[in-house]
Nanobody
Framework: QVQLVESGGGLVQTGGSLRLSCAAS????MGWFRQAPGKEREFVAA????????YYTDSVKGRFTISRDNAKNTVYLQMNSLKPEDTAVYYC???????????????WGQGTQVTVSS
């Protein structure tokens, strides 16, 4: 029933930045996954409703920042110092529980392409 609409993907050079947005149709816990061609989908980051629980995969720590605006039911992923290995389709994910968002989210966005050139 929950709808997630993503935006903000694009093509950038190594070292560049992008900011992804995901707007939800209701109050949910939210996070981000990514999937590169031929690879399994990978957890990237998640944030709980209060903002007190924030989780990142090791490869993006120090470069990516997840945040949310609860008044807008929207989560953001600020991606800085981008590398070619960050190239993937990025998917917004949501569930009623932050742990389920990290391991088996019930709802998915449509995906947005992020491409980082060498």
């Amino acid at each position: 029933q929950v709808q997630l609409v993503e935006s903000g993907g694009g093509l950038v050079q190594t070292g560049g930045s992008l900011r992804l947005s995901c707007a939800a149709s209701g109050r949910v816990e939210m996070g981000w996954f990514r999937q590169a061609p031929g690879k399994e989908r990978e957890f990237v980051a998640a944030i709980n409703w209060t903002g007190g629980g924030i989780y990142y995969t090791d490869s993006v720590k120090g470069r990516f920042t997840i945040s949310r605006d609860n008044a807008k039911n929207t989560v953001y992923l600020q991606m800085n110092s981008l590398k070619p290995e960050d190239t993937a389709v990025y998917y917004c994910a949501a569930d009623s529980n932050i742990i389920r968002v990290r391991v088996a989210p019930a709802f998915w966005g449509q995906g947005t392409q992020v491409t980082v050139s060498s």
